[in-house]
């Protein structure tokens, strides 16, 4: 068996774990492989494993391996999720060539991405990003901000407003990181009553997984578990 493949089945079973210790079903949690930086032979290799979800940070390096794989025989299996910062003038390219985006934090690029979306794709499914603990952060709305912005985004014709998600600040105490989490869940949970078609609530990585599932993730994005540390030094 390859590393990623061990590492997978490794990732996998954590999920399992995690799940049973809160009386969740296992299948309740998407796994979304997060291969930002790593190289297409090591997307094939999760491929192999039976991967089908894939995390993208940087809008061309994302579109470079979709195209790669558009080829392959998996290709209308494959998900594929941007996950980074989004730039008013990267909107184009997400909303051209992923299933999801995460990031949405302001409606003029919401607005975009909808304009953009091509008339015979899918609704592009979209996660409004909190910024639920990090105040150093840029990224996300304040949860003060979520009904309205909600309220734009889901009336825009090709968005479908799937949930949530957040990044929280660093945190290794598994209570305080359960705390942070509980505080998204109960948003989620509030924005499900109010638009039947929520049913997503991303969070999660590598080192909080645990407690994101025990607090109501349905998606976590596992990048180093998987694929190991990421080298961002120049080539
Ligand atoms: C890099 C990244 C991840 C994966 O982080 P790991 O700690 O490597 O699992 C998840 N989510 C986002 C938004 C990321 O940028």
Redesign the pocket.
Known sequence: MSTIQQNLQDVRNRIASAARDCARAPEEITL?A?S?TKPVAAIAEAIAAGQRAF?E?YVQEGVDKIQHFAASPQAAWLEWHF??PLQSNKSRLVAEHFAWC??LDRLRIAQRLSDQRPAEMAPLNVLIQINISDEQSKSGIVLDELPALAEAIAALPNLRLRGL?A?PAPEDDYPRQLAVFGRMNDAFLALRQRYPQVDTL?MG???D?AAAIAAGSTLV???????G??DYSPA
């Open positions: 979304l997060v930002k995390g940070n996950i980074g995460h990031t998600m990044i991303s990585m590598t080192d997984m994005r596992i990048g180093t578990a998987i694929f540390a990421r």
